[in-house]
């Protein structure tokens, strides 16, 4: 993503976003980067960014997002690009700028799921006109090939026509009034020799799948033998690549083996066999393997799709505090699960087509047992929390539980921690070694936790104190800071920040000797210096020693 601004107040907001920059020239800044980036924010006038876009735009599959921000900050509008991350984009930067965002492609208004949108799937033929027939009332034919265990998209409902929607990986004529959906059911074995060039392996796989009658949009990863993962040929297709060893693949039952392959690389099959165990279970073989010059391709089809899960760390508070990793996690799930407060802080991150899941306090291994549930039924997951889904959040408790489903891939996004986003509004309390310990009493009994205290305190640790104090904990934080103040000076500084990045943020800057336990809450951090750490210029300051 790139600002590009021309106005000194543009230039300032462009300085709010977490994208490069650039100021000066509007026109020639954008038709430098037209095809080198995913994303334009423009800080012009619409009109303006109007002219200067209009001559670049070629096909919306390809040409980047573009928005426009009007110089004061009020509006963030999604110009182009809509469902190719335009309004996602919109929807960030009015989040960072604290404008309103302003979307206008027509399932966005009307709150219903464009064929474009359904995460998990590719759309491909005439999808304007079969989703306007959609916000007309009218919902297609569905002519379903898909195997029987594959989901199928639950926001799209079946009717009468007269457009058809066909669910399935095989090329589908382009007619008006017919669209093709198509899930990353078959994956692609490939095997090449070392001087096999890029162009030689991808014209080969577009004359397979062309000669098969199958949609390249299908294609969900490219498998080869180990010894070629990294081969410019196979890495140039711009999938994604899984890699097995030779003795992996000589496992497999193929129909097609060959001798002078198992001589040459220790496998009587690359293709066929790659294609196959990276599939997965109940897999077949829909493409036998295809000799060309240089190189080979077999393709099969999975019985299922594989699922994953991204246990995600939304950030402290605002979209300013969110990394574009956890926003693209939650935004490409199909399924988001949390505690109802956290999903709706990723609120502009949701769209109607993702199955969204709420629940209460307390639930924690109810969402990652459903989570998991979901992955192994083949969606992908995120699991959202606040700050960083790593500490006293979900991420620990999904792992341990994945430990039942190791098929499932796992993947944590961190984000912004309590501590961290406290410690910036304090100054620099954490710049020396310190430690984050939890006073909740719920699930640690209560003489543990008062051993980390005192540990940390005869340690001269800093001391960052997530969930300090409740209505039913009322005491702890009295207890903890008195062990504290045991061991270092009365006036200590000890910051109190609640609800960080939030418009309710509130900080305060007091002494260990006079701090009040009831101006503190559960989304409260309260960081306690140690003997270095003072205050200059009102900020709290935890020296690393670099002056010395």
């Not at 089809?301 to 699922?307: C, D, E, Y």
């Not at 693209?328 to 899941?357: C, F, K």
């Not at 959040?393 to 309590?418: F, I, K």
Request: glycine share 10%.
């Amino acid at each position: 993503m790139v600002s590009v601004s021309v106005t000194e107040a543009g230039q300032a907001l462009a300085a709010l976003l977490p994208y490069e920059s650039r100021h000066g020239s509007a026109a020639g800044a954008v038709a430098e980067l037209w095809s080198e980036v995913d994303g334009l924010v423009l800080f012009l006038a619409t009109g303006a960014a109007v002219r200067i876009v209009a001559p670049l735009l070629a096909d919306k599959h390809r040409d980047p997002a573009v928005v426009t921000v009007d110089e004061a900050g009020r509006w963030a509008i999604a110009l182009t690009g809509g469902h190719s991350g335009a309004n996602s984009l919109a929807v960030d930067v009015a989040g960072i700028l604290g404008a309103e965002p302003v979307v206008t492609t027509a399932t966005d208004s009307a709150g219903v799921a464009g064929l474009d949108q359904l995460p998990g799937w590719s759309a491909t033929g005439d999808v304007s006109g079969v989703t306007a027939a959609i916000l007309d009332g009218h919902h297609p034919v569905v002519i379903d090939e898909l195997p029987p265990a594959w989901p199928r998209p639950s926001l799209l409902v079946a009717g009468a026509g007269p457009t058809r929607v066909w669910l399935t990986d095989r090329r589908v004529p382009s007619e008006r009034g017919t669209a093709a959906l198509h899930p990353a059911s078959l994956v692609i074995g490939v095997g090449t020799s070392s001087d096999a060039t890029p162009e030689e392996l991808s014209g080969h796989l577009e004359q397979v799948l062309a000669g098969a009658g199958l949609a390249a949009e299908s294609v969900a990863a490219v498998a080869t033998v180990e010894r070629r993962a990294a081969h410019p040929a196979v890495v140039g297709l711009g999938h994604r690549v899984v890699a097995f060893p030779a003795d992996a693949l000589a496992s497999v039952e193929v129909p097609n083996p060959s001798e002078v392959v198992a001589a040459a690389v220790g496998t009587p099959s690359v293709a066929e066999a790659a294609a196959l165990l990276a599939a997965g279970p109940g897999a077949l073989l829909v493409v036998p393997k295809a000799t060309g010059t240089k190189v080979t391709a077999a393709v099969a089809r999975r019985a299922r799709p594989s699922g994953s899960v991204s246990v995600v760390g939304l950030g402290p508070g605002g979209a300013a505090h969110r990394t574009p990793a956890a926003a693209a996690a939650v935004r490409s799930a199909e399924v988001v699960i949390g505690y109802g407060p956290y999903v709706d802080s990723a609120a502009s991150l949701l769209r109607a087509t993702q199955d969204v899941r709420r629940s209460p306090i307390g639930a924690e291994t109810e969402r990652a047992r459903d989570a998991l549930a979901e992955a192994v039924a083949g969606r992908e997951v995120a699991v959202v929390c606040s700050g960083d889904a790593g500490i006293y959040a979900m991420a620990s408790l999904v792992a341990e539980l994945a430990e039942d489903h190791p098929e499932v891939p796992l993947r944590v996004v961190p984000g912004v921690t309590a501590a961290l986003a406290s410690a910036a509004l304090l100054g620099a309390p954490l710049g020396h070694d310190h430690a984050l310990i939890s006073l909740s009493d719920l699930l640690t009994p209560w003489p543990a936790i008062e051993r980390r205290v005192r540990a940390a305190a005869e340690a001269d640790l800093v001391v960052a104190f997530y969930n300090p104090r409740s209505r039913d904990r009322s005491w702890q934080l009295g207890r903890a800071l008195e062990i504290l103040a045991a061991h270092r000076p009365p006036t200590t500084p000890v910051g109190i920040v609640t609800d960080a990045g939030r418009p309710t943020e509130s900080v305060t800057i007091t002494e260990v000797a006079r701090v009040d336990p009831t101006v503190v809450g559960m989304t409260t951090c309260v960081i306690v210096g140690s003997s270095s750490t003072r205050l200059v210029a009102g900020r709290m300051v935890t020296p690393r020693g670099y002056g010395k």
